[in-house]
Nanobody, 116 residues
Framework: QVQLVESGGGLVQAGGSLRLSCAASGSIFRLNVMGWYRQAPGKQRELVAS???????NYADFVKGRFTISRDNAKKMMYLEMNSLNPEDTAVYYC??????????WGQGTQVTVSS
C-alpha cells in the first residue's frame, strides 16, 4: 500500500512563490517516476514536471525556468519549487507515483490559487 500526501498549497499573489511537498509512505520497491500534475477548472489534467528514481527530470514548457522538481529518496519526499507564479498557474496540484510496469498512485491534491 502506497500513500501520497501533498502539502504546501495556498493563496499567493502573482509573482510570488510556493513550495509543494509530497510525502510517500509504504513500499516503493522498483524503478519509478514521480511527478506533479495539475488540473485547472475546465481543463484536462496535465503533467507539470517529473523526476525518475535515478534523478532525471522533465518539465512542461509552460513552467521551464520557473519551477524546479526534486526528490529525496531516503526521506521518500518529492518537492516542487514554484517561482514567478501567475494566475494561469491556478489549479489543483497532484502528486503521482508511477511504479513500473503498471502501477499508478495519486495524492489527494493541493489547491494553488494565484491572484492577479
Amino acid at each position: 500500500q502506497v500513500q501520497l500526501v501533498e502539502s504546501g498549497g495556498g493563496l499567493v499573489q502573482a509573482g510570488g512563490s510556493l513550495r509543494l511537498s509530497c510525502a510517500a509512505s509504504g513500499s516503493i520497491f522498483r524503478l519509478n517516476v514521480m511527478g506533479w500534475y495539475r488540473q485547472a477548472p475546465g481543463k484536462q489534467r496535465e503533467l507539470v514536471a517529473s523526476v525518475t528514481s535515478g534523478g532525471s527530470t522533465n518539465y512542461a514548457d509552460f513552467v521551464k525556468g520557473r519551477f524546479t522538481i526534486s526528490r529525496d529518496n531516503a526521506k521518500k519526499m518529492m518537492y516542487l519549487e514554484m517561482n514567478s507564479l501567475n494566475p494561469e498557474d491556478t489549479a489543483v496540484y497532484y502528486c503521482n507515483l508511477h511504479q513500473l510496469p503498471t502501477y499508478d498512485y495519486w495524492g489527494q491534491g493541493t489547491q494553488v490559487t494565484v491572484s492577479s
